[in-house]
Nanobody, 117 residues
Framework: QVQLVESGGGLVQPGGSLRLSCAVS????????MGWYRRAPGKQRELVAS???????DYTDSVKGRCTISRDNTKNTVYLQMSSLRPEDTAVYYC???????????WGQGTQVTVSS
């Protein structure tokens, strides 16, 4: 079975930084596309960032220049480093793991990020 556990969320001031982590209990982690999604209050879930097995990354326009997604294949962990956080970044952040040829993937339970002064 595949299990994903997110951590690193919390309350930060505007302009602050956080690093989210997602640990995956999967032996083929290095072959999976990893993604960070978020759902803000009153809004639909959106993709924040993704990273392929080869290390190619993609970001939604609203976080470009402020977020960096990375992966450590020796630890089966994907990270989302966020800086210059804004109140509109407040959301529950979810980790997703998907094989490149699959349409769907596995989800974690989410970690809350709150940006407020």
């Amino acid at each position: 079975q595949v299990q994903l556990v997110e951590s690193g969320g919390g309350l930060v001031q505007p302009g602050g930084s956080l690093r989210l982590s997602c640990a995956v209990s999967r032996s083929f982690f290095s072959r999976s596309v990893m993604g960070w999604y978020r759902r803000a209050p009153g809004k639909q879930r959106e993709l924040v960032a993704s990273i392929t097995p080869s290390g190619s990354t993609d970001y939604t326009d609203s976080v470009k220049g402020r977020c960096t997604i990375s992966r450590d294949n020796t630890k089966n962990t994907v990270y989302l480093q966020m800086s210059s956080l804004r109140p509109e970044d407040t959301a529950v952040y979810y980790c997703n793991s998907r094989l490149p040829w699959a349409a769907d993937g596995f989800w974690g339970q989410g970690t809350q990020v709150t940006v407020s002064s």
